[in-house]
């Protein structure tokens, strides 16, 4: 997902990632597609 530019680069030994901009606007799209409108 990184080469895709998704998530930033990990930094040490971190155990979660850190999404960019556009890999959280896709996130979303993607969760609505599979599951409807997330609530806010």
């Not at 895709?4 to 606007?25: A, M, N, W, Y």
């Amino acid at each position: 997902m990184r080469d895709k530019g998704l998530i930033e680069i990990p930094r040490g030994e971190v155990k979660s990632v850190v999404f960019t901009d556009e890999g959280l606007q896709r996130a979303k799209d993607l969760f609505e597609q599979m599951f409807g409108k997330a609530r806010t």
